[in-house]
């Protein structure tokens, strides 16, 4: 391996079998930096580690630091949690013998992570990189778009956020983020310095396709009001009405209480029978449904990216979603928009795929479509474009 090396922060790595796509992100290009010169060690809990050798195994040029996790919620013991990590990762540095000639990157932004990198970034003199990757809604659009976020925990969450952003802002070299409408929360001589990641697709890990469409519909995500899953369930119950045997696939986990919560509100609607709910499914296995499925469901209300959206299309498959602006520039071929919020138009767009062969036909993404999205979204692609954001930093 080469001199250049990157030092991932990842105390807030998804746990093992769950991934968000921050967590996502990091994972794919600890997998592929490597391959274009880059070292990379991540610092993480032991017990979070799983969640990156998982899903890429042990990566040449990729060495894990580990330290026990905080004992209890880093929220609700606020003054303790940063002291805590403060600790854990200036042994790590140490350890490292860190110095201005590392990037350090940090995989999510979380006080107990930022105030510590903040005071640490001027001990050891590295180049500061956060990321941001959904900037949370203000209470007014939260209410006026109905996206369920509690609305007064939303509200703290906002102010908490900005208040933080604008801490490790002001620290920073560089910039994360995952789509270039967010830049408008940087100042303009920050531009320059920020780098939108639209995330990827392990193209590698698609199988051919299936023998048959055994599947009729798959959601997969994080299961969180975010992601719209209690209007999709209204959704469904309005496309079986119509096509009472078709069958939805539900690919992801949540909460214990909001998973409840769903499975209750499918049983209110009686549409039970016609779910499935798969749980957390990565990796291949995930690709491997995707291919057995006629049509993918986008329900999401506030987003600025939705990768699975990618994977779902470099498979093969038509995707149903939302009209949002900031997905518009990110997905065009081999998708259905509907109004937001307008379940009716959106159980339509389902049911006329499903009834109809030639729709289907029409809407999916052809041979040479597929192969185009896939170039665009394989993580080796995303990885060249970061080795050179991160060349530009050192520069």
């Known amino acids: ?97 860190a110095s201005k000639g590392d990037i350090v990157y940090l995989n999510c932004n979380f006080h107990y992570e930022i105030v510590p990198l903040v005071l640490l970034k001027r001990k050891f003199g590295f180049i500061y990189l956060p990321s941001h990757y959904l900037f949370s809604p203000f209470i007014l659009e939260n209410l006026a778009r109905h996206y369920r976020l509690p609305a007064l925990k939303w509200l703290i969450v906002w102010f908490y956020e900005r208040f933080f952003f604008r801490m490790s802002r002001l620290a920073a070299d560089g910039f994360v983020i995952t789509n270039d409408s967010d830049r408008v929360n940087f100042p303009g001589k920050f531009q320059d310095r920020l780098i939108a990641i639209y995330g990827g697709v392990n193209v590698e890990q698609i199988p051919d396709a299936a023998a048959g469409k055994i599947r009729d519909v798959v959601f997969c995500s994080r299961l969180h009001p975010q992601k719209g899953v209690e209007g999709l369930l209204d959704i469904w119950a309005l496309a079986v009405k119509e096509l009472p045997q078709a069958r939805l696939s539900i690919i992801g986990n949540g909460a214990p209480g909001y998973e409840k919560r769903l499975r209750d509100r499918a049983d209110r609607l009686g549409i039970s029978g016609n779910i499935e709910w798969l749980g957390y499914v990565n990796n291949e296995a995930k690709y491997r449904i995707y291919r057995e499925t006629k049509v993918f469901v986008h329900s999401t209300v506030f987003d600025n990216n939705g990768m699975v959206a990618a994977e779902a299309l470099c498979s093969g498959l038509p995707v149903v979603m939302y009209d949002l602006p900031a997905l518009r520039k990110v997905y065009t071929a081999g998708c259905v928009k509907v109004p937001y919020s307008d379940k009716a138009a959106f159980a339509k767009a389902i049911v006329d795929l499903l009834k109809s062969p030639r729709r289907l036909a029409e809407v999916s993404p052809d041979g040479k479509t597929v192969e185009s999205l896939r170039s665009y979204w394989r993580w080796t692609n995303r990885a060249e474009l970061m080795s050179a954001y991160l060349e530009h930093l050192y520069g």
């Not at 013991?77 to 540095?93: D, I, T």
Request: hydrophobic share 35%; charged share 25%.
């Open 1 to 97: 391996m080469g001199n250049k090396r990157i030092i991932i922060v990842a105390a807030s790595a998804s746990e093992p079998g769950q991934m968000g796509g921050n967590t996502k992100i990091t994972i794919e290009m600890a997998r592929n930096l490597p391959k274009l010169d880059w070292t990379v060690e991540v610092i993480v809990p032991a017990e979070k580690k799983p969640t990156f050798t998982d899903n890429i195994g042990e990566v040449e040029g990729v060495t894990y630091h580990t330290y026990p996790r905080f004992p209890g919620s880093e929220f609700k013991k606020a003054l303790s949690s940063p002291v805590y990590h403060y600790k854990m990762f200036k042994a790590a540095f140490e350890e490292l013998g």
